[in-house]
């Protein structure tokens, strides 16, 4: 789960459209030829609540082994710790961290500050959920660090602002961003802050994969925002259907979905767009 967190510090960077960049009218960052075998076959949280960790590990993944690929970095890129994010995350808000989820940023934060361990080196092993991992996790972590984090929906809050239209005018500016990074080939995790569960489900979307239907709210509907929302991790679009294809972290079943624009665009359905880049001064993130 991931806690919902609508507020932009300041300490992070918004994101930045590519200066000429034109948006695609399909994306597909999985079978895209020039990222194949970037992603892990799937992730599976279990009845762990982090999701978030799941998302941002895979996503750094991606962009890691795009990373040394464009750079001809030789060696294997590590398949990053989901439980060394998760605790990382946790541990910057309260040191009696539990398994209650954590926020998105937070996970991103530490993945710039410690880096991230091997998943070989700290395994996903419920029973050490809530153990530090041990000091030669974070000697090796520093090795595998991001160089930055950028938020794409830094005027998107909890309460909103005064007007429909401001909230328009966000929804279009989000959705403009996060096409325009999936364009860019960057994956973005985000946070779907309605639940999940009670959302419409079909196999009639876009290559028969799993889909979310449009919301049945007006748009804008403000609704008690649950204790915990569920992220995933955005990887491309099509543009003809106004559908995001995400990736879950919920094992074979949805590991695939798509969720209509309107879902993103909306001011309480989703929140907490967040992407990351390696840059080439960046220690080398393979074995």
Known sequence: MTKPDGTFTGIEHPYQKPHGLQIAPTINLRTDPRFRGFFEDYFQQGQMGSCVANATAACYLFELRKHNALNGIPGEAIVPSRLFIYYNARIAVSQNIADR???????????EKYGVCSEASWPYDRLK???KPPETCFQEALRHKISTHERLDVHRN?????????MDADGDNVLGN???CLTDCRPVVFSLTWKIGDAVWDKDGPNGMWQIHAMAKPRHSKVSLPKAAHAVLAIGYDDSSKYILCQNSMGVSKFLFWIPYDWITDFYATSDFWTMKISIQTPLGSH
């Open 158 to 166: 909890a309460k909103g602002p005064d007007s429909t239209i401001d």
């Open 129 to 131: 959920t809530n153990v």
């Open 178 to 180: 996060v096409l325009s």
């Open 101 to 111: 989820g954590c926020f998105i940023r937070h996970a991103f934060r530490s993945l």
